[in-house]
């Protein structure tokens, strides 16, 4: 179970570096000055597995919580906080992807 935990974390890391490649670039005021061109929309590709890493985030975080459910029936059982840190970490990442392709596209 804690590999699988670790794995789950592993995945989210791998989503950060691919949302740090797909995301617009940030074009400042001397970029702008000088006449660097950076690209202003999100690159479709990447963001596809930006989804995918974030949506398997979250089944694998969902799996850890039923099995910590089902396996922890002591009282000295660790809650694990880090699931649910996870799950809504990536939750909320796929929400505000969401939301933002909305916006975009108006």
Known sequence: MI??????????????LVFHDARPEFISGVQAFL???????????????????????VFISVTVLIMKRRRNRR????????????MVTAVSSLIILYFD??????
Request: charge should be neutral.
């Open 75 to 86: 009282d000295k059982d660790h809650f694990g906080i880090n699931g649910y840190i996870l």
């Open 3 to 16: 590999l699988i935990n670790v794995l789950g974390w592993f995945v989210f890391i791998g989503a950060l």
């Open 101 to 106: 392709f909305q916006r975009a596209l108006l």
């Open 35 to 57: 006449g660097v061109e950076g690209r202003q929309e999100w690159s479709k590709t990447l963001t596809i597995y930006l989804v995918a890493l974030l949506s398997l985030c």
